[in-house]
């Protein structure tokens, strides 16, 4: 719906207008009305109308001025004056204003009124969608620009350079300028975590144009070419000519450095830079751009949100795998003591040595899936608790991780869930039934669970139950139902970008003041507080 403002110092005119005219129906929406010039202008700038309808003879500010004044900070707004005057001086400046129409109000009517507005939605309407093909028309050139390059830094990564000033020619048409001698500096931009990025902005394609976008408004250096790669990384073309002048190469990196900062300050996402070396032709642009491209293990160990020169990596022999033993304990002693720091500390040493001494990463990737699935199967399947585990699934988590950083985050991570349900579980000490009914609500939080329908799931009596329980694990069923609710939402509240509403839904609570309400009780803060202390 459009917006619309009313300014006049006269109230019943004000009022008349205000409740006679059919707003809804006319597809607007009045959201102010004003008693003097300095509140209409005042108002203009805070809602940015799309239609001012206003007085002239108005105390502090007349309506000509406030019109002026408004139309000046925006140039769509539509504008209907509403006078006693009928000097033609009045109307001269009026026209001068390009007011959209002059209404004596001596003779007006509703209908009069409504008529103009018609007419000016019908305005803003065609206006709004001229202003929507124009931007289509845009975003088509740019989507062709952008693929015109991308096809270019691709033959010329896969294609021989056979004659060189029909490749420089190319170059030309997409703004590198070899054959002027202008040197460049080759810089790879990688998105982090594209499989997270992917599913947040609704696709591959989407997450590029959020990158190439991103980077088109962020590089301020003049000359620059950008070239798509794939979805989430792009080669930048830096201008680097000769000059003891400039520091060209501290400048790009500084320029960097702000980007990283605005995308995940803007964007949320963290994007990694890679610096070639310069280049003077096109032939030492092919031997860059591939050796960039072909990251691989110089950006596992090189890590996440990173700005470093590409250079090649010695990968150390030694076999990983003769440290599993030593690891796999050392992981058991964590989680038999249910020590989470300990966990933390345990994953963060083995890091290092793997860090320190660059082992192949797919060698690496395996350790970690083999320790998974061995811990998976000891405390999992033995314990007989219910478990989602997929090996496969397991796989294709580990093996989509591309930094050392990440793979210890999610390592680390995963033994602190590990740690926590199976400290909740303790199936081997607790009797058969309660077992499975903590087994039950740890696996099913989004459900309404009732001591009732509990018992009556294990074929018990409610009473003898809930003495049961309590004796068993000292907390009576309805606080550990709540509490494992609790737990779930603080997840839901650290790691996910769903509202309070939606985690209360999720959680199985209809109201969600009743949620906020449990969950203070349980923290002792609210669940926006929640958010905040991250």
């Given at each position: ?46 809602h ?61 009517r509703i ?28 975003d088509v ?6 693929t ?21 020619e ?27 990025l ?24 003049e ?21 003891i ?75 990983i ?5 030593n ?15 300990l ?73 602190e ?114 958010r905040?202390?991250?």
């Amino acid at each position: 719906m459009y917006k619309v403002i009313i300014s006049d110092d006269h109230m019943p005119m004000l009022n008349y207008l205000s409740a006679n005219i059919p707003w809804q129906s006319l597809g607007l929406e009045l959201i102010a009305t004003c008693a003097d010039g300095e509140e209409a202008l005042e108002a203009c700038v805070t809602h940015r109308p799309d239609i001012l309808i206003t007085d002239i003879g108005m105390p502090i500010m007349n309506g000509l001025e406030v019109i002026q004044l408004a139309c000046a900070a925006n140039s769509r707004l539509k504008t209907i004056i509403l006078s006693c005057h009928e000097d033609f001086q009045y109307a001269q400046r009026a026209v001068q204003l390009e007011v959209s129409d002059y209404v004596l109000k001596e003779s007006l009517r509703i209908e009069q009124i409504t008529e103009i507005l018609k007419k000016l939605r019908g305005k803003l309407d065609a206006e709004r969608a001229s202003q929507r093909e124009h931007q289509q028309l845009q975003d088509v050139v740019k989507s062709n620009g952008s693929t015109i390059r991308a096809t270019f830094l691709r033959s010329l990564i896969e294609q021989p350079i056979w004659n060189l000033t029909e490749w420089e020619e190319k170059a030309e048409s997409i703004g590198i300028h070899f054959h002027q001698k202008m040197p460049y500096l080759p810089v790879m931009a990688i998105l982090e975590h594209p499989n997270e990025l992917e599913e947040r902005f609704g696709g591959k394609h989407n997450m590029q144009f959020v990158l190439l976008n991103g980077l088109d408004e962020l590089i301020t250096i003049e000359g620059c070419v950008l070239l798509s790669f794939d979805e989430r990384s792009s080669l930048i073309m830096f201008p680097f000519p000769k000059t003891i002048s400039r520091n060209l190469y501290e400048e790009i990196q500084l320029l960097l450095k702000q980007i990283q900062i605005k995308m995940i300050q803007y964007l949320k996402t963290g994007i990694s830079f890679y610096l070639g070396g310069v280049c003077e032709n096109l032939t030492e642009l092919k031997t860059q751009a591939q050796q960039i491209l072909e990251l691989g293990s110089f950006r596992f160990y090189a890590g996440e949100n990173c700005l470093v020169k590409w250079q090649a990596i010695k990968m150390t022999k030694d076999d990983i795998f003769v440290h599993y033993t030593n690891i796999l304990q050392s992981i058991r002693n964590c989680i038999v003591g249910k020590d989470k720091q300990l966990a933390a500390t345990t994953v963060h040493h083995w890091i290092i040595h793997i860090n320190h001494l660059k082992y192949p990463v797919e060698a690496v990737q395996g350790l970690v899936l083999k320790l998974v699935t061995e811990i998976e199967l000891k405390y999992t399947v033995m314990q007989s608790f219910v478990t989602n585990f997929n090996v496969e699934q397991f796989h294709r988590i580990i093996y989509a991780i591309e930094t050392l950083d990440h793979l210890e985050r999610w390592l680390t991570q995963y033994l602190e869930q590990k740690i926590t349900s199976l400290g909740a579980i303790k199936d081997v000490s607790l009797r058969k039934e309660v077992a499975e009914a903590k087994r039950y609500v740890i696996m099913n939080p989004g459900e309404k669970i009732s001591m009732e329908e509990m018992a009556q799931r294990i074929h018990m009596n409610s009473s003898h139950f809930s003495r049961m329980f309590k004796v068993e694990t000292g907390e009576n069923f309805i606080s550990f139902v709540t509490r494992v609710k609790m737990e779930r939402a603080q997840e839901l509240l650290d790691q996910s970008d769903l509202t309070v509403q939606e985690i209360a839904e999720q959680l199985g609570y209809e109201h969600t003041s009743y949620f906020i309400k449990l969950f203070r009780n349980y923290s002792g803060h609210s669940p926006s507080e929640q958010r905040r202390r991250l």
